[in-house]
């Protein structure tokens, strides 16, 4: 072996460590008989860009692999194995990448000069839905997984927006301007995309209705409105026509730009509320959906409804701003409902020694 070929041998052989590394750590919780707690999150420091790994349950934490550029968004598939993320890179383009465990490369599915936001995973795996923003327009798009082909939903409307799969993967809510001019819900049958027919109108409020989450057992799509002049958080089935919903109003206090987020048991929603009349201050409650109770999740610090709920339901991920400082925060359920003294103090993933985001559980 010539001493020129040592160095990339060298590299070589450290990556292939690093990746075994990483592949028995994700893949070992995944064998064990308790549910996989592993939490993924971005931080950057300086330059130095990456996403992480932590196994809640022992406190580990490995780095799953480096960024050339700002993670803004990203979604697990279904199944664990593979990680769509959406990054900003230096170049002033934004990238939808695919990274799967166990391997090397991390596959470029589309490159735009516009933003990408709200990534969502059919229940196959084989897409993802996103919203690109360009020129103060937005519009959803689908993508194929598997040959990064685009696919516009709804493109007769405007500003569509927000896009949640329903847990069969058979539709697709959204929200978009449709006939009365204002924003409003929508559900596109999948099979509709080649045959062209239209999305079907779920709300006919002359109000903005917005940011709609499909929950996970099918049954009922949350979303934002100002139907009753501040923007608040509506429960409606998600099967009844526009002509008979009838919403129920899941909180009282005026919500941020973030939409709800169910539980994977659709037991609990979580929202973010604004605390203060600047519109910067905000908390975040928790509601569960049989009672309509609500509880604080967030004390002292300021939180960014950036939130993610553990496969098992039990332990709610977040981002803390406390003076423009921001860590991953972790707090579990009982704790918040019983009001214990555990409430009062969230596990920090993270110690304020970086920038963080994105907090996302791996199923």
């Not at 516009?152 to 006939?179: C, M, R, V, Y």
């Not at 995309?193 to 209705?209: I, K, Q």
């Not at 972790?330 to 020694?353: G, K, S, W």
Request: glycine share 4%; charged share 15%.
């Amino acid at each position: 072996m010539t001493r020129s070929l040592l160095p990339i041998v060298l590299k070589t052989l450290s990556l292939l460590l690093i990746l075994t590394a990483i592949t028995l750590f994700v893949t070992d919780m995944a064998q064990a008989d308790s549910p996989r707690r592993q939490l993924t999150y971005f931080s950057q420091r300086y330059r130095d860009s990456r996403v992480n790994i932590v196994d809640i349950d022992r406190r580990l934490t490995v780095v799953l692999l480096s960024t050339d550029g700002l993670v803004t968004n990203m979604a697990w598939s279904p199944d664990g194995e593979r990680l769509a993320l959406n990054i900003y890179t230096e170049t002033g383009i934004y990238e939808l990448r695919l990274f799967e465990i166990g391997h090397l490369e991390v596959e470029i599915l589309n490159q735009q000069w516009v933003s990408h936001s709200a990534l969502s995973w059919s229940p196959d795996g084989m897409h993802t839905a996103f919203t690109r923003r360009e020129n103060s327009q937005s519009q959803v798009f689908v993508v194929d997984t598997t040959d990064g082909a685009l696919i516009p939903i709804a493109p007769e409307l405007q500003n569509t927006s927000g896009p949640s799969w329903s847990p069969d993967g058979t539709q697709l809510a959204f929200a978009g301007q449709g006939f009365t001019g204002e924003s409003e819900i929508f559900a596109l049958d999948m099979a509709c995309l080649e045959s062209g027919c239209p999305p079907r109108r779920l709300t006919g409020n002359p109000a903005t209705d917005h940011m709609p989450v499909w929950s996970p057992d099918g049954t009922h799509i949350a979303f934002v409105s100002n139907r009753d002049v501040f923007p608040l958080v509506h429960v409606m089935a998600a099967e009844c026509g526009q002509a008979f919903c009838v919403p129920h109003q899941v909180n009282t206090l005026r919500v941020t730009s973030e939409p709800p987020v169910w539980s994977p048991d659709s037991r609990w929603l979580v929202v973010s509320v604004d605390t203060a009349t600047n519109g910067v201050d905000s908390t975040l409650q928790l509601v569960d959906t049989q009672t309509w109770a609500t509880y604080r999740i967030t004390r002292e610090r300021n939180a960014l409804n950036v939130v993610s709920w553990s496969a098992d339901s039990q332990l709610v991920a977040y981002i803390a701003d406390f003076m423009n400082i921001m860590d991953v925060m972790v707090q579990e359920v009982d704790c918040i409902v019983m009001q214990a003294a555990c409430a009062a103090d969230a596990l920090p993933v993270t110690q304020h020694n970086a920038n963080v985001w994105g907090p996302v559980w791996r199923p």
